[in-house]
């Protein structure tokens, strides 16, 4: 059964600096999406980034990067040069190409950034 | 702003009420989803309409009920309300089915049964 996993409830950053948020999921599907949404505290869902399990290159976003790692079934989220605005959850995705639409969502990791 | 609309942002209502929530896509787009965001159980598929048809249905409660209309607009109906039904409500829009579509998300209608 497809399986989202996102280990860390919470992650401090400081401003400019990048992280990383991670993100594993589980499939028997060979043809699948990997999401990045953004929910600030407002409540809406912002859609990030996404990379196709097909796509030989990471994903890149203005200053969002997917690190694609197939084999290991990770999907990691880089944000680079962070900015107070970046506070927020962050919900890592997948829908696989098989059955429904439907995407599976991780629990989510709280992004804290500090001056 | 994605370009989905959702109305409206918040109610508030008693255990037993029925009540309707509403949701526009994006220009375009005939899939149309609801999900249901609550503490104890994250984010959940509820159902999925293409083009006005249901297409899928996840953990739906039987006490609730969609519909997508011609101008591809849908409602999520919730009746017989129980305190746990409180969560924030999700409707998002894609251009496509599939699993290469990106799904753009609504504001949300939060939701409090009282």
């Known amino acids: 059964a497809q399986k989202i996993t996102q280990t860390q409830p919470g992650m401090f950053v400081q401003e400019k600096e990048a992280v990383t948020l991670d993100c594993t999921y589980d499939?028997?599907?060979?043809?699948?999406?990997l999401f990045w949404y953004k929910q600030p505290s407002s409540g809406e869902m912002i859609f990030l980034i996404y990379?196709?399990?097909?796509?030989?290159q990471n994903a890149t976003e203005g200053r969002y990067s997917l690190n694609f790692q197939k084999a290991r079934k990770s999907a990691n989220l880089v944000i680079s040069a962070s900015q107070l605005g970046d506070s927020a959850m962050y919900f890592c995705a997948m829908r696989e190409a098989q059955g429904t639409d439907k995407l599976i969502f991780g629990t989510g990791t709280r992004l804290q950034v500090f001056p | 702003d994605s370009g989905v609309t959702q109305t409206p942002k918040h109610l508030i209502t008693a255990t037993g009420q029925r009540v309707t929530l509403r949701c526009s896509p994006r220009s375009g787009d005939l899939s149309v989803y609801w999900y249901q965001q609550s503490l104890d159980q994250g984010l959940q598929f509820l159902i999925q309409?293409?083009?006005?048809?249901?297409?899928a249905k996840g953990n739906i409660l039987e006490r609730f009920s969609a519909q997508q209309f011609p101008d591809l607009h849908s409602e999520l109906n919730l009746s017989s309300l129980e305190l746990g039904d409180s969560a924030l409500y999700f409707c998002?829009?894609?251009?496509?089915?599939?699993?290469?579509?990106?799904?753009?998300f609504g504001p949300g209608t939060r939701l409090l049964v009282l």
């Open positions: 309409y293409y083009n006005g048809e249901e297409r």
């Open positions: 990379q196709g399990s097909y796509d030989e």
């Open positions: 499939t028997s599907d060979q043809s699948y999406g």
């Open positions: 998002a829009s894609s251009r496509e089915q599939g699993a290469w579509e990106t799904q753009y």
